[in-house]
């Protein structure tokens, strides 16, 4: 058959998430896949239902004789189902029956398998969130089902497209990475694909990959066979259970990722389906080769019961492009563009193979009765193929075969005959004698590791070099680093040596992304001052680029334009800065100029698809229509998906269902294209696109559409109404604006800045702008700015809540100042009683000011029913009942609902559950009902599947044990007494904050368990040893790991790492010093 690539509807069985949090989330500090993970201006998503419904999606089938695609453009563009039609219909990517979201997500929401596209980062923020989509297709029959967005973080333009030929079994991505704003950015992209696992499954990497790493190189293992610890498993210690390429082997949550290798294929294989895919790029732009399972163990599978209802246990199998790593970051340069391709094809019964490309894949391999097996599989037919098995300049084995899909060739009847398999060559040709394939196995030698492990970078003061404290800085900047700033490490630069460029020009940048224009401007011209101190021409024109960006932010356009002209003096700057160029000419009327600075661009930069778009809105407002047109045929035939394109091409036609149908009538898509049009002087395209915003609804998506709307776009026209002299028109757009719901107004550009400080002028008591630009400062680190214009906010409307909820967090975060904090949760709750978050978060104030807790119990009680609404609430009310003594209630609480986890953040439920029946089984004991204890002891042991978390493999649980001891004891059944006690003493350490730990207060059981054995000297010295690690962990500062990969710490009050560190060290101690006597 041809291929086939078809839209349609499709109702699938969804768990419904629940409605988006109006209130703006500033996760400053929080740690999300190693990296930052704050997620504004996107609203956040922390809960889901537990019934599903039907639920319509736009779903696209792309299929052709071998294989049968179904794609998600709604749910991020991923691919939901991948079937092997050669293969019995076998799904060679994991195939979900529902759609079931786990709180997994940087905002929220995230669904397992199949395939999922992550950029700019790892998740992708918008992988819950939907795309654009397009169908090609191509004169020979190929189709490709393209799909992007626009980044909701940075507004980078991502598009990724899945093709299918004619033919061939090969599924291809495109990708295309567009940089459209004029500042650079740092991305990784990763291909997330998942398959069903069990015992007889195998992920296969290239034969020359000895050992793996995890992220950010912190850890590293021997590979396949690990001989060492990894993630707290001693696998030498598992001899038989400790080849990683296995998942039956791997109990706890675990990634790896290849170093080093000369191949470019990965992939994994089902023996029990005797099926399985191959992954296929060009190794030299994708390095990246990783799995990640949740772990062959009930913690893992809890997760898996998170994720789907019958799908079972999945690992994740990506391949990242830029990237060898998570967080691995690279950069997007100023209108650049970086495109790529890669493929996966199924392949069937030959097993695991050592070399692969996208024609064929070979297995070689020695058995163990001195014979060896070769295979051969194709991903398309190829008749009379020639399959040549040679030893040195000996032909060992000629035969002309068929090769398909369905049609491997397979023999294990080959003797080595003393010889090593890397004395034997395979070659697969064509009919024609092309070569298609050959592997040659090396030669065993000893491994060398070229990659080092990472180690945490020195502080500031303690950096030796200049050169080091910049490339620190660069490092933890590129790398979005989560709890390590750059900033401190350029103050030490110029503290060194006042006029470093580099530590000048990063601040300029950074102060510049933060909107604060004239401190970024100060600092590029100082950087600007050093670099030409002994010549006028550096070897950079970054410095003179950001500060002409940092001009032309402030509305001083002529230095803006000298430094831009400048910065074009070297290559690498031309075409985003002769494209700020053509824009500022635009905005003083000089059409000449900008034509010939856009070309300029354009021939620097021949994918700059903003030039092409503003030459041919030129061309248009010139009545040269074909010219025009011309133009945007050559970005929208590479980009059909372009919306400041599409835009152009709607009022060149004055047709705008096109755009409406590629690009939803988003709101936050509207306003780049407004924008864009706005800064280079097409004010009146820009007040167009927006009336026709504001006059078409949006078309209706499957999944919640978070910024559909925005005061923002009526904000800007009342803007560009004024600056076209219209007034009147202008006032009235600013009284609709500021009449709209705030909800979800979280700006994020640089660009609305000037835009809201332009209303406040207008109108200073309107609320609306002051909120916007409140929650846009804060973001941007201008946390003063922010609470001055949310105290502005409230002054003028005293019942908006979410600013005085804002208000509470900045008077905490930023003051410290508790009362001031507390009075604005208490107007926030006065003013929205409905809003569970606030209830939640005006406790966490209350704990972080140590208010007692019968006092934070009698608010719960009061606020019951919204604290029911909420898991985080339900936690923090089973946690001050079980402190309260109340153990009955904490548990009818625990028990009356089902819990959803967050990734990384496990264990909260369950603590609370196992306090309940501990404090239960104690006061059994006392009664005296010992049977009764010991039932508790095992009901803590064996947590339903409702609290949607168990014990990880690591946990102690050594005061279960205990307990569980004591109870037999009074029981009279000594032997399991002892047991239970002999097991609790077995484990002193812990596993806490995803990282295993020496010692914790459970570590207080092992002794005391020491103790009912009669070890008594034993004991004395483990709470001894626990007073040493006390001792010697006290002086050393308390900081967050510099190489946490996951710490959804989603508390939007700042924690001080000292403080947790000082209180647990004092518990631990206290205890210690008790069991001592």
């Given at each position: ?9 499709q109702?699938i069985?969804?768990?419904?998430v ?10 400053d ?13 996107l ?9 599903p419904r039907?639920?319509n ?18 749910i991020?563009?991923?691919i939901f ?7 019995a219909?076998?799904?060679?990517f994991?195939r ?5 979201p786990?709180?997994?997500g ?16 790892h ?10 989509v ?26 990724h497209g899945?093709r ?5 079994a090969?599924?291809?991505l495109?990708?295309?990475?567009h ?14 694909i998942?398959?069903?696992?069990h ?5 296969f990497?290239p034969?020359?990959v000895?050992y793996?790493?995890d992220?950010?190189?912190?850890a590293m293992s021997s590979?396949p066979?690990?001989e ?6 001693d ?6 259970a400790n080849?990683?390429?296995w ?14 290798t ?8 089902d ?5 399985g895919?191959?992954h ?12 990640w399972?949740?772990?062959n ?5 809890a997760?898996?019961?998170?994720l ?6 999945y ?7 830029y990237?060898d ?15 790529f391709?890669q493929?996966?094809w199924?392949?069937?019964?030959i097993?695991p ?6 024609e064929?894949a070979?297995?070689?391999v ?6 060896f097996?070769?295979a ?12 040549e098995?040679k030893r040195?300049?000996?032909?060992v ?12 060739w397979?023999r ?18 064509d009919a024609?004698?092309?070569?298609l394939?050959?592997y040659r ?5 000893q491994?060398v590791r ?5 180690t ?13 404290l910049i490339?620190?800085a660069?490092?933890l900047e590129?790398?979005?680093?989560p709890t390590?700033?750059?900033e401190?490490?350029w ?14 020009l ?5 102060l510049l ?16 001052d ?8 550096p070897?950079?024109?970054?410095a003179h680029y950001?500060?002409g ?8 356009c ?7 002209y400048?910065?074009t003096?070297?290559y690498?700057?031309r075409a985003?800065a ?9 905005r003083?009327?000089d ?10 661009a ?5 994918r700059?698809h ?13 009545q040269?229509?074909?010219q ?5 045929q050559?970005?929208?035939?590479r980009?059909?998906l ?7 091409e ?6 705008f ?7 939803r ?7 780049d ?11 009146e395209?820009?007040v ?7 006059q078409?609804?949006?078309v209706?998506?499957?999944v ?5 709307a925005s005061?923002?776009?009526h904000?800007?026209?009342?803007f ?8 009147d ?8 604006a500021h009449?709209?719901?705030?909800d979800?107004f979280?700006p994020?550009?640089?660009d ?5 400080n ?7 008591s ?11 400062l804060?973001?941007?680190?201008q946390q ?6 949310w ?8 019942d908006?809540?979410?600013?005085w909820?804002?208000l ?5 975060n930023?003051?410290?100042?508790g009362d ?12 929205d009683?409905a809003?569970a978050?606030?209830?939640?978060e005006?406790?966490?104030?209350e704990?972080?000011l ?12 009061r606020?019951?029913?919204r ?5 985080d609430?339900?936690v923090?009310?089973?946690?001050l009942?079980?402190?309260?003594r109340?153990?009955?209630?904490a ?5 009356s609902r ?11 439920v369950?603590l ?19 049977k009764?204890?010991?039932d508790h ?6 947590p339903p599947q409702?609290l ?8 102690n649980q050594a005061?279960?044990?205990?307990w569980?001891?004591?109870a037999?004891?009074a ?5 399991e007494?002892?047991?239970?006690f002999?097991r609790?003493?077995?484990?002193t ?13 459970l ?7 020491l ?25 050393q500062p308390?900081k967050?790991?510099y190489?946490?990969t ?25 205890l210690a010093?008790?069991a001592?006597g």
């Amino acid at each position: 058959m041809s291929v086939q690539a078809t839209l349609r509807q499709q109702s699938i069985p969804t768990y419904p998430v629940g409605t988006p949090d109006k209130n703006p989330m500033f996760f400053d500090k929080r740690v999300y896949q190693g990296s930052s993970g704050k997620i504004y201006p996107l609203p956040f998503i922390d809960k889901v239902y537990d019934e599903p419904r039907d639920v319509n999606y736009q779903l696209v089938v792309l299929e052709n004789d071998y294989v049968y695609l179904e794609l998600l453009p709604e749910i991020g563009g991923r691919i939901f189902k991948a079937q092997d039609k050669a293969n019995a219909g076998y799904d060679f990517f994991y195939r979900q029956e529902v759609i079931k979201p786990a709180l997994v997500g940087l905002a929220g929401p995230w669904i397992s398998g199949g395939a999922e596209f992550n950029w700019p980062q790892h998740h992708r923020p918008g992988t819950f969130l939907p795309t654009d989509v397009y169908i090609e297709e191509e004169d020979d029959g190929a189709r490709t089902v393209w799909m992007s967005e626009l980044d909701p973080l940075t507004r980078l333009k991502g598009m990724h497209g899945i093709r299918l030929r004619p033919g061939s079994a090969v599924v291809e991505l495109r990708a295309r990475l567009h940089n459209r704003t004029p500042r650079a950015h740092t991305f990784l992209w990763w291909a997330n694909i998942a398959a069903r696992v069990h015992d007889q499954y195998q992920s296969f990497f290239p034969p020359d990959v000895h050992y793996v790493a995890d992220h950010a190189v912190r850890a590293m293992s021997s590979f396949p066979k690990a001989e060492n610890h990894y993630y707290g498993i001693d696998y030498a210690a598992r001899p038989g259970a400790n080849d990683l390429s296995w998942y039956k082997n791997i109990p706890v949550p675990t990634s790896y990722m290849v170093c080093e290798t000369g191949y470019g294929f990965f992939g994994g294989y089902d023996f029990a389906q005797q099926g399985g895919f191959i992954h296929v790029a060009n190794r030299h732009i994708s390095p990246g080769k990783k799995q990640w399972t949740w772990g062959n163990h009930p913690f893992g599978w809890a997760w898996d019961r998170e994720l789907t209802d019958t799908g079972g246990p999945y690992v994740e199998l990506m391949a990242g492009v830029y990237t060898d790593n998570q967080p691995d970051f690279s950069y997007l340069m100023p209108t650049e563009e970086k495109h790529f391709s890669q493929c996966w094809w199924p392949f069937q019964q030959i097993g695991p193979v050592q070399e692969a490309s996208e024609e064929a894949a070979i297995r070689l391999v020695a058995l163990e009765d001195g014979k060896f097996e070769a295979a051969v599989v194709a991903s398309r037919r190829f008749e009379q193929a020639q399959i040549e098995l040679k030893r040195g300049d000996t032909t060992v084995h000629q035969a002309t075969v068929t090769l398909a899909p369905d049609q491997p060739w397979q023999r294990s009847d080959f003797a080595l005959e003393g010889h090593p398999l890397s004395d034997f060559e395979l070659r697969v040709m064509d009919a024609h004698g092309k070569l298609l394939l050959r592997y040659r196995p090396a030669a065993q030698t000893q491994t060398v590791r070229h990659r080092e492990q990472a180690t945490e970078p020195p502080a500031p003061t303690e950096t030796d070099t200049l050169d080091e404290l910049i490339l620190i800085a660069e490092h933890l900047e590129q790398y979005r680093h989560p709890t390590r700033a750059p900033e401190p490490y350029w103050q030490e630069a110029l503290r060194r040596d006042p006029g470093e460029a580099r530590a000048h020009l990063g601040l300029g940048r950074k102060l510049l992304r933060q909107g604060a224009f004239e401190k970024a401007r100060a600092a590029l011209q100082r950087a600007v001052d050093r670099l030409t101190a002994r010549h006028p021409n550096p070897e950079t024109g970054e410095a003179h680029y950001y500060l002409g960006l940092a001009l032309r932010y402030l509305g001083r356009c002529e230095e803006a334009y000298a430094a831009l002209y400048k910065s074009t003096w070297n290559y690498a700057w031309r075409a985003p800065a002769y494209f700020e160029l053509a824009c500022l000419d635009l905005r003083r009327s000089d059409e000449r100029k900008a034509r010939e600075h856009a070309e300029e661009a354009l021939e620097t930069n021949r994918r700059h698809h903003q030039a092409l778009v503003l030459l041919a809105a030129l061309d248009r407002r010139n009545q040269r229509e074909p010219q025009a047109l011309a133009r945007l045929q050559r970005v929208l035939q590479r980009d059909p998906l372009d919306p400041w394109a599409l835009a152009e091409e709607a009022l060149l036609r004055d047709d705008f269902d096109t755009l409406h149908q590629r690009t939803r009538n988003d709101a936050q898509t509207v306003l780049d294209i407004a924008f864009a049009y706005a800064n280079a002087g097409l004010d009146e395209d820009a007040v167009q696109v927006l009336l026709w915003h504001h006059q078409t609804p949006p078309v209706p998506v499957a999944v919640p559409p978070l910024l559909s709307a925005s005061p923002s776009t009526h904000y800007l026209l009342a803007f560009l109404l004024d600056r076209m002299g219209l007034t009147d028109a202008a006032a009235a757009e600013l009284t609709e604006a500021h009449s709209l719901s705030r909800d979800y107004f979280f700006p994020s550009r640089l660009d609305e800045q000037l835009v809201l400080n332009w209303a406040l002028q207008q109108e200073p008591s309107d609320a609306t702008a002051a909120f916007g630009l409140g929650n846009y400062l804060y973001d941007k680190a201008q946390q003063e700015g922010a609470i001055a214009h949310w105290e502005r906010c409230v002054a003028d409307e005293p019942d908006f809540a979410t600013a005085w909820r804002n208000l509470g967090i900045a008077y905490w975060n930023v003051r410290r100042d508790g009362d001031q904090a507390q009075h604005a949760y208490s107007r926030a709750l006065s003013a929205d009683p409905a809003d569970a978050r606030l209830v939640f978060e005006a406790d966490q104030l209350e704990k972080k000011l140590q208010a007692p807790t019968a006092d934070r119990l009698a608010f719960m009680l009061r606020h019951e029913e919204r604290v029911r609404e909420r898991d985080d609430a339900c936690v923090e009310f089973a946690t001050l009942l079980n402190d309260d003594r109340q153990p009955e209630a904490a548990l009818d609480l625990l028990l009356s609902r089902r819990f959803h986890p967050w990734e990384g953040g496990e264990g909260k439920v369950l603590l609370q559950y196992k306090r309940a029946h501990l404090l239960l089984a104690q006061a059994a004991l006392k009664a005296p009902q010992p049977k009764r204890a010991l039932d508790h002891c095992e009901r803590a042991l064996e947590p339903p599947q409702t609290l949607g978390e168990t014990y990880h493999p690591l946990q102690n649980q050594a005061d279960i044990h205990f307990w569980r001891g004591k109870a037999l004891r009074a029981l009279g059944r000594e032997d399991e007494a002892v047991a239970a006690f002999e097991r609790c003493v077995q484990t002193t350490g812990d596993f806490q904050q995803m990282a295993v730990v020496p010692f914790s207060e459970l570590s207080i059981y092992a002794g005391r368990a020491l103790q009912e054995l009669g070890r008594t000297d034993d004991a004395q010295a483990l709470f001894q040893r626990i007073l040493a690690y006390v001792a010697e962990t006290r002086p050393q500062p308390a900081k967050i790991d510099y190489f946490a990969t996951s710490l959804p710490n989603l508390l939007v009050f700042d924690e001080d790492p000292q403080e947790t560190r000082d209180a647990q060290l004092d518990r631990l101690e206290k205890l210690a010093r008790k069991a001592l006597g």
